[in-house]
Antibody, heavy 121, light 108 residues
Framework: QVQLLESGPGLVKPSETLSLTCTVS????????WSWIRQPPGKGLEWIGY???????NYNPSLKSRVTISMDTSKNQFSLNLNSVTAADTAMYYC???????????????WGRGALVTVSA | DIQMTQSPSTLSASVGDRVTITCRAS??????LAWYQQKPGKAPKLLIY???SLRSGVPSRFSGSGSGTDFTLTISSLQPDDFATYYC??????????FGPGTKVDIK
């Protein structure tokens, strides 16, 4: 059974960098594309971007200038860095597996439980 | 970007009711649409992909239909476990992937 678990600080100061890690178990991170998705409190879902183990990434244009997604295959983990955060970046951050091993633009079949990150001084 | 809309935003229904949620895309996305169920404090769960394909393990009372710009999610007989928020998601080739704003199904 594929499981994903997000980890990282729950509180980040404005203008600083939000950093989260997703640890994958039950599957090799080399086998699929992996994504980050966020959800502000009481609001809808926003796709942040994806990564593939060969280094391929793609980001939502609305966040592209501030986002980096990276991968550590030795730990079966991938990470999210979002810099210059503001209160608008307060959200539940989910990591998810892209269902198709060959096409990153598809749906998400496994999700982590989410990590709430609050941006506040 | 492809914009997704859903209607209604909230739906009040009773156990046993037939429920239909509509999702509309701002341009044609063929059949590249998924539906998710989300309960409070939980991650979304995939229900349907490719507009009408039921994910393994999802009850058969859930069904999806549509193509192009107009899609529907139907719950044939609403069960107590189905009270949740439902999101559609398009994945038509080009990024970004986008989601609808959600439809909350609550108890009448």
């Amino acid at each position: 059974q594929v499981q994903l678990l997000e980890s990282g600080p729950g509180l980040v100061k404005p203008s600083e960098t939000l950093s989260l890690t997703c640890t994958v178990s039950g599957d090799s991170i080399r086998s699929y594309y992996w994504s980050w998705i966020r959800q502000p409190p009481g609001k809808g879902l926003e796709w942040i971007g994806y990564i593939y183990f060969r280094g391929s990434t793609n980001y939502n244009p609305s966040l592209k200038s501030r986002v980096t997604i990276s991968m550590d295959t030795s730990k079966n983990q991938f990470s999210l860095n979002l810099n210059s955060v503001t209160a608008a970046d307060t959200a539940m951050y989910y990591c998810a597996r892209v269902s198709d091993a060959y096409n990153p633009m598809t749906y998400f079949d496994y999700w982590g439980r989410g990590a709430l990150v609050t941006v506040s001084a | 970007d492809i914009q997704m809309t859903q209607s209604p935003s909230t739906l009040s229904a009773s156990v046993g009711d037939r429920v239909t949620i509509t999702c509309r895309a701002s341009q044609s996305i063929s059949i590249w649409l998924a539906w998710y169920q989300q309960k409070p404090g939980k991650a979304p769960k995939l229900l349907i992909y490719r507009a009408s394909s039921l994910r393994s393990g999802v009850p058969s009372r859930f069904s999806g239909s549509g193509s192009g710009t107009d899609f529907t999610l139907t719950i044939s007989s609403l069960q107590p476990d189905d009270f949740a928020t439902y999101y559609c998601q398009q994945y038509n080739f080009d990024p970004p992937i986008t989601f609808g704003p959600g439809t909350k199904v609550d108890i009448k």
